[in-house]
């Protein structure tokens, strides 16, 4: 079987208050898929059940080494689902809120990629 890009989706989350990666890379996975339909998982592709998918996830986050995977392959529906985490991503001075149980100022800002493939018989 050779697997075979069905799309790609990009998209970005912030955790402005708390300075949770995890929470910043589950909203960037979360944006990549949300505005997205995948009839053709099943009209061209021709899969029976969605959790045949291969879902392929990058993320890009400060401190990535912090990321808890299963908390952000969580926001994924369906499919078989991988996960990479690295560096990357953004840090912006905000303003630290003691109320809302701020560490520091910093908001953090990842960048996503989700592959979704399929695999398909050899020709």
């Known amino acids: 079987m050779a697997r075979k890009r069905f799309v790609i989706e990009m998209g970005m989350g912030v955790d402005q208050h708390g300075q949770e990666p995890t929470v910043a890379a589950a909203r960037a996975v979360r944006n990549a898929?949300?505005?997205?339909?995948?009839?053709g998982i099943w009209e061209v592709a021709g899969l029976s059940d969605p959790d045949q998918m291969l879902v392929e996830v990058q993320v890009a986050v400060p401190y990535p080494d912090q990321v808890r995977q299963a908390d952000v392959l969580a926001v994924l529906p369906f499919g078989r689902?991988?996960?990479k985490v690295e560096a990357g991503g953004m840090i912006v001075q905000g303003r630290a809120i003691a109320s809302l149980h701020d560490k520091n100022d910093e908001m953090l800002v990842a960048v996503a990629s989700v592959t979704v493939l399929v695999e398909m018989p050899d020709a």
């Open 33 to 39: 898929i949300a505005h997205n339909a995948l009839p």
């Open 81 to 83: 689902k991988t996960l």
